[in-house]
């Protein structure tokens, strides 16, 4: 007895889900509808020539106008965004993924789909890519539970970084 019951509840839960997830995708308010964005912040600097060799950033300067390039893959693995970001002044990007699009809202999640990877420096003398926090690699996007608002806005905020080239050549003094 008691199992039949646990089977109708089942069947019940089963045909009830459809409409849970119905709602739950539903972003819109009266005639306002919410734009959720997707935004990777990090920074680029130079490595000194000091730290060669090692992950640490002192003594860095920041890069202007360094890029990065944010890479998601679909669920099965194909390259469903690409983007190139420059930095500013103090060597900060703020990439907005515009248009950035989930197939399958758990496996193409952007902390599981997307990298972000060094392209370039506009430093002659400081344009060799290193693989600190991953820059060559990928590095994979970090949530630190960072939103901003606005009206009819959300951004959610993911972290990578920070990135940096290093010199060709260092020389001793």
């Known amino acids: 007895m008691a199992s039949q019951h646990y089977y109708s509840v ?16 539903d972003t819109s308010y009266g005639d306002a509808e919410e734009k959720v964005e997707v935004v990777v912040e990090g920074v680029v600097s130079c490595q ?7 992950w640490s950033l002192d003594g860095a300067e920041p890069i202007k106008a360094a890029k990065v390039s944010v890479i998601c893959k679909n669920h099965k693995d194909n390259i469903s965004y690409y983007k190139v970001f420059p930095t500013d002044d103090k060597g900060y990007f703020y990439a907005q993924l515009d248009e950035f699009k989930m197939n399958n809202n ?11 990877h060094l392209v370039s420096s506009p430093l002659p003398t400081c344009n060799h890519l290193t693989n600190i926090n991953y820059g060559i690699d990928g590095a994979p996007l970090r949530y630190n539970n960072k939103r901003l608002f606005g009206e009819n806005y959300e951004a959610v905020i993911y972290s990578v970084g920070p990135f940096a080239f290093r010199p060709a050549q260092c020389y001793k003094n």
């Open 10 to 25: 089942f069947l019940l839960s089963l045909l009830l889900l459809p409409l849970v997830y119905a709602v739950e995708g």
């Open 48 to 54: 000194s020539c000091e730290a060669h060799g090692t």
């Open 106 to 116: 758990i496996l193409d999640h952007p902390l599981h789909s997307c990298r972000v």
